[in-house]
């Protein structure tokens, strides 16, 4: 067939995906091979990939594929997460356009909007995991409101409530007004904000005094309680035991005092509001203050605040202020910066709120968790990164805030009489079983009445590896004894809280055994002014059209390039660029390589040593097996873009710019036969070895290099075990090339066209001593016409120009006159240069501090650059000399 001038993946990348999933490749079973398991950060069913997501599923891609390579029985599994809080507000939008208030349907009615919405938008994000090329096994897809999975998260709070691990109670606790749910911890994300302070007067009871306090929530006035200040405070000790007037409702409270008071913040008096701050909330229940919650669950004013009520809050500070102006109590305002807890779903900023929830006791939890990393049965990628990281967290951990006022989720399953009283059970039956063993016969009249809140989504997917093998609610199947636990989790950094160590916790507790020993935590994809990418900046990619675009090899490719463990990367399209290059790269050798096709030579059985292929095949033999080693190593370590950008300079500089151009044969030549077929195999192998990266082009060329078997395909293939190279002839393969090298720039100096030759080069037999395959590269690469043994620096002859290499000097002699005055200028100018050099590496070497705290191979990368510059610098001084 006749190969377009471009590779076109387009219609490659169907073709293919569409093979390798009918042909049932990428599901697994249980077998007698090892398992390799991984299972998918369940993106939100509500989402589309973004390129944090494509780094990360790229990344699993890699390891999964490489490891059915190694004959390993990989099962990726794939599936999404149910996304409480988004999914809700997605569906309430849309019930909006139809003109339904959420309010006014059951909750039965909104369940089938909400699973009628998943089923139409919930395959988007498999679409684009498809044309990704992510070998996921289908048939294991999980979502964490199927069935099985729902009774699995029921099951689990019913067990830890049995343990005494899960309680109710009222506590402070984030509130998302926009989505009207309680949050945990670690659902609030805190910004710098620029915020105004107000300076506040608050009269004294029957004085004409007053006690100025600054405030940044001047909305909250009306639930105040109490003013406190410290006891050792001078500027209030003569107003101990007054009381105090609250602006604007005219409510009477007392002074109290408190050493928790900062005397140097502010005007060092504090407004009390128990009902809206975390640390008012402690001093209220010290000093026995009542509780004045003026905020509806929806942020506006409520009832009790008296003024102003069913007002938006940020739009009843701005009244607020006003009235304060109006009354005179305004004593000033100034700029103030602070810290601001805003919701992560909803981006809403989170009032602090006493409420009923449910929560989790952590402590019991993260104990061992905490052991399972410091101990290193569960080892983190790049730890010096995120360990420290993570041993605070757990470290520091507080109780788990788990319910949310939803109804998109698993629902609590705790059952209320009219009393209170309550019962927690799997199902209703259980429920009123366990009510009456507790409390005995329910009243007539009275009926069991299920909690109205859903679980936090995290605490469905910390089950996720065992679950998505139905581990929690089919204890001990074979699944789960052979798939679990999984080989590796990779994810983003920004979870190692919510769901990384959760899951620990939940597989140290229903398990009894870890439930990944690595964790390889990718960096945070930023644009590149460094900005986190998002809609609302517009800064955030399609991946669809960037696939449209270049091909989903190149844009792999371009985001593993740039993306080294854990550290943050600059997307850049020029990534995908190089990505794209890449791919014609290979598709520019398929087709050189079946042009040689067409020329070879089956009257040659075996390779002569004076034919440059001789050499070739040896040296790029040795390479290769050099080359696997080294990514063998860097994928031990987790480098993965370290392992592609080895790989990538294998193929695009070892095997065509130097292989390639040694083993051509010349105008018109005809190929030899055992080249030809070296040449293939070494192709072959280089395709298995980048198809992990980028699995679509490898396929195609593959498939294109010569005739398959049907099931012959390149993702089923194995790769070899690794073979001990040659290091002596890497050194002469270096030495040759850096020679060649030279040779170029001689013919770039002297101006020569292709055809002319260089006439004579004297070469010292010492360089590359007998080795007849080496100058036959030498000879065809350069366009020499003859080669002579001799020291050039014996010669006078003014048409020889002299050349340092290595410790030795090698003569070209040019068909154009060379320039004496003019060479001996420029080397003097580089003797410069490499003094220079040498004198910056000897200070480098000569520094303790560096020397004691540099890695082992970065010291001796700077000895060997000095051997070398040492080298250059005595073989000019003989040139010079000459």
Not at 26 to 35: A, H, L, V
Not at 358 to 364: L, T
Not at 373 to 397: M, Q
Not at 529 to 549: A, E, H, T, Y
């Amino acid at each position: 067939m006749d190969l377009s001038k471009h590779y076109e993946p387009a219609g490659v990348e169907s073709k293919w995906y569409a093979h390798w999933t009918a042909n049932h490749y990428f599901n697994s079973f249980p077998n007698d091979r090892p398992p390799f398991t991984v299972v998918i950060p369940p993106p939100n069913v509500t989402g589309v990939l973004h390129m944090g997501h494509t780094l990360n599923e790229t990344v699993q891609d890699i390891l999964v594929r490489r490891a059915r390579m190694n004959g390993f029985n990989a099962c990726w599994v794939p599936g999404s997460d149910h996304a409480s809080i988004a999914t809700e507000a997605r569906v309430v939008a849309m019930l909006k356009e139809k003109g339904i208030d959420k309010n006014n349907i059951s909750r039965e009615q909104f369940l089938e909007y909400a699973f009628e919405w998943k089923e139409k938008y919930g395959t988007i994000i498999y679409d684009q995991i498809a044309r990704l090329g992510c070998s996921v096994d289908w048939n294991r897809t999980t979502f964490t409101m199927d069935d099985h999975y729902y009774k699995a998260v029921i099951k689990v709070f019913v067990d830890l409530f049995k343990k005494k691990m899960i309680y109710r109670g009222a506590r402070m606790i984030h509130w998302d007004p926009s989505a009207r749910t309680a949050l945990s911890d670690e659902e609030v994300e805190y910004r710098e904000v620029e915020g105004t302070l107000y300076y506040i007067k608050y009269p004294v009871e029957d004085s004409p005094e007053f006690i100025t306090i600054a405030t940044q929530r001047p909305e909250t006035i009306m639930g105040d309680t109490a003013v406190c200040v410290h006891p050792s405070d001078p500027k209030y000790t003569h107003l101990l035991g007054k009381r105090i007037i609250v602006p604007l409702i005219h409510r009477s409270v007392p002074l109290i005092t408190d050493e928790y008071i900062d005397m140097s913040f502010g005007t060092g008096a504090l407004k009390v509001t128990p009902a809206h701050d975390i640390n008012d909330y402690n001093l209220g229940l010290k000093h026995g203050l009542a509780v004045i919650d003026t905020l509806n669950e929806d942020g506006t004013l409520s009832e009790a605040a008296e003024i102003f009520v069913g007002m938006d809050r940020f739009e009843a500070r701005k009244k607020v202020v006003e009235k304060i102006q109006e009354a005179g109590l305004l004593l000033k305002e100034e700029p103030y910066s602070t810290r601001l807890g805003f919701s992560q779903r909803s981006h809403a900023v989170v009032e602090p709120r006493i409420s009923t929830q449910w929560f989790v006791k952590m402590k019991p939890l993260a104990i061992p968790a905490l052991e399972a990393v410091v101990s290193g049965s569960i080892r983190i990628h790049p730890s010096e990164k995120f360990l420290a990281t993570y041993k605070y967290w757990l470290e520091n951990v507080k109780d788990w805030c788990i319910s949310r006022q939803l109804w998109w989720g698993q629902r609590i399953p705790a059952w209320y009489d009219s009393r209170g009283n309550f019962v927690v059970a799997e199902n209703e039956s259980l429920a009123l079983e366990a009510y009456q063993d507790q409390f005995g016969l329910l009243a007539v009249h009275d009926e069991l009445t299920q909690d109205e809140d859903v679980l936090d989504t995290w605490f469905s997917s910390w089950l996720w590896p065992i679950e998505v093998f139905r581990g929690i609610t089919d204890p001990g199947n074979t699944d789960l004894n052979y798939y679990y636990p999984a080989s590796v989790l990779v994810t983003g950094q920004d979870i190692i809280f919510f769901w990384v160590a959760r899951m620990i916790m939940a597989g140290l507790e229903f398990q009894h055994a870890i439930p990944f020993p690595d964790v390889y935590f990718t960096g945070m994809v930023r644009d590149k002014q460094g900005r986190k990418m998002s809609k609302s900046l517009g800064n955030s990619p399609d991946l669809l059209q960037l696939i449209d675009k270049y091909g989903a090899d190149a844009v792999r490719f371009g985001i593993m390039i740039a993306a080294p463990a854990g550290n943050d990367l600059l997307f850049d399209e020029a990534g995908l660029e190089q990505g794209r290059n890449f791919n014609n790269k290979l598709w520019n050798a398929l087709k050189l390589v079946r042009i040689w096709a067409s020329r070879l030579d089956p009257s040659e059985t075996k390779v002569s040593e004076t034919d440059p292929g001789f050499f070739a095949m040896d040296w790029f033999q040795n390479r290769f097996s050099q080359a696997k080693t080294e990514a063998n190593r860097l994928f031990a370590d987790f480098k993965i873009s370290e392992a592609l950008k080895s790989i990538y300079s294998l193929f695009w500089d070892d095997f065509c710019s130097w292989y390639l151009e040694w083993v051509k044969p010349g105008f018109e030549q005809p190929m030899h036969q055992e080249i030809y077929d070296k040449t293939i195999s070494f192709f072959e192998e280089l395709l298995l070895w980048l198809h992990p990266f980028i699995p679509f082009v490898t396929e195609e060329i593959y498939h294109l290099l010569r005739e398959r078997k049907p099931d012959d395909d390149l993702c089923l293939k194995q790769l070899a075990p690794e073979n001990i190279f040659n290091q002596s002839v890497l050194d002469v393969g270096e030495k040759l090339r850096l020679f060649l090298t030279v040779g170029r720039e001689f013919r770039q100096q002297q101006q020569l066209k292709n055809s002319e030759a260089i006439t004579r080069l004297f070469i010292p037999k010492e360089i590359f001593g007998e080795t007849e395959s080496l100058y036959a590269i030498i000879r065809k690469q350069l366009n020499c016409t003859k080669i002579e043994f001799k020291d050039s620096s014996y010669t006078n002859d003014p048409d020889i120009q002299i050349i340092p290499f290595h410790s030795y000097q090698i003569g070209f002699e040019s068909p154009k006159k060379t320039d004496n005055a003019k060479r001996k200028e420029e080397l003097e100018k580089e003797l410069t240069y490499f003094r220079g050099f040498l004198e910056s590496l000897n200070k480098k070497l000569s520094n303790e501090r560096f020397v004691q705290n540099a890695k082992p191979e970065v010291i001796d990368l700077e000895r060997k650059k000095k051997a070398d510059t040492e080298e250059k610098i005595a073989a000019i001084l003989l040139t010079l000399k000459a």
